[in-house]
């Protein structure tokens, strides 16, 4: 089963430069999204949640700045957080590695072992 495998990913950050060396090193064929360049729609973003088996405050980054600006903390409504994710992608965790119908946010990289089970 050869299913493409796309890694979320933000140059500047170790932790997502650290999960691209993982794969490489695995041997693992992947396609890069630069996130930030290329945001993803919110209707991407409750099908990522979905694979990721998370609520949409779990994938978000509640110490970037942008968070306080927007007042996160107080927001219960789950559309309004991944509305706040489509429209500032840098409050997304990174990096996310896709595989199918699975997904992982890769800290530590290790995790991305789980999409690809024994033999890896």
Do not use: Q
């Amino acid at each position: 089963m050869s299913e493409t495998v796309v890694v979320w990913h933000n140059p500047r950050c170790s932790k997502s430069r650290n999960g691209l060396k993982y794969l490489d090193e695995k041997g693992i064929a992947y396609e890069v999204r630069r996130y930030l360049d290329e945001p993803p729609t919110a209707e991407e973003i409750r099908e990522l949640l979905e694979k990721l088996g998370m609520k949409p405050r779990e994938l978000m980054r509640t110490k970037e700045a942008i968070y306080r600006e927007l007042g996160l903390k107080n927001v219960e409504d789950d559309e309004a957080l991944i509305a706040a994710m489509a429209e500032h992608p840098r409050l997304i965790e990174r990096p996310v590695v896709i595989r199918g119908d699975r997904a992982v946010v890769a800290r530590p990289e290790s995790r991305i072992d789980e999409l690809f089970g024994e033999g890896a």
